[in-house]
């Protein structure tokens, strides 16, 4: 079944350790994604991707790298947690020459840095 | 700077009154706005943009140029319609910038 699919749902963990969200659409969009949201504000884009090898900063500036080596999947890294990098984080999917605006979402990943 | 404002955090009314779920934006070219929607262990999902003109759900929402506003509106509300409201802008960009929601609670 098409879908766009985040792991893990939830995850805890200590400061300056090394992690890695990941996200993977089965629905062949060349658009992704990577927004984040604190609780009670709006959505971020922090990364954004129009396709294989093709990556760019969103509008707001993060400390997190993002990769695009294959059309389906879009994984999100930060090298170090820290405490403010707290947040949910969500991945979306469009088509090219699809529904102008119309993403589709991942379940998101709501990380806590201790 | 290109923002969307939603000023309501929670709208709270009851089954069958009216509701209107308030958005403006800030951006002097041509925008185009959108509505999405989250329920209860959903994600977040596109509800209606303001070029199609649609009615979704009974919602509907006029883009209003001269008060930079995307209001969202339903004549009568209905208890499965409780959920998240975002309101979401396009412009030169192509990028999407969200508000920061609205709790939509329609009580029984």
């Known amino acids: 079944e098409a879908d766009i699919y985040q792991t893990p749902r939830y995850l805890v963990i200590g400061t300056g350790k090394k992690i890695t969200l990941e996200c993977s659409q089965t629905?062949?969009?060349?658009?992704m994604y990577w927004y984040q949201q604190d609780p009670g504000m709006e959505l971020h884009l922090i990364h954004y991707s129009y396709g294989v090898n093709s990556t760019e900063k969103g509008d707001l500036s993060s400390e997190s790298t993002v990769s695009r080596i294959r059309t389906e999947h879009f994984p999100l890294t930060l090298e170090s947690a820290r405490p403010s990098h707290t947040s949910q984080y969500l991945c979306?999917?469009?088509?090219?020459?699809?529904?102008?605006?119309?993403?589709?979402f991942g379940s998101g990943t709501q990380l806590s840095v201790l | 700077a290109q923002r969307v404002t939603q000023p309501e955090k929670l709208l709270s009314v009851f089954k069958g009154a009216p509701v209107e779920l308030k958005c403006n934006y800030s951006y002097s070219g041509s925008p185009e706005l959108f509505w999405y929607v989250q329920y209860s262990r959903q994600r977040l999902q596109l509800l209606l943009r303001?070029?199609s003109r649609e009615s979704i759900k009974g919602f509907t929402a006029d883009l209003n140029k001269g008060e930079t506003s995307f209001h969202l509106k339903k004549p009568f509300a209905q208890e499965e319609d409780s959920a998240m409201y975002y309101c979401a802008f396009s412009g030169n960009t192509g990028k999407l910038i969200f508000g920061q929601g609205t709790t939509l609670q329609v009580k029984p």
């Open positions: 303001h070029i």
């Open positions: 629905m062949g969009h060349d658009k």
């Open positions: 979306a999917s469009s088509e090219i020459g699809g529904v102008r605006g119309k993403l589709f």
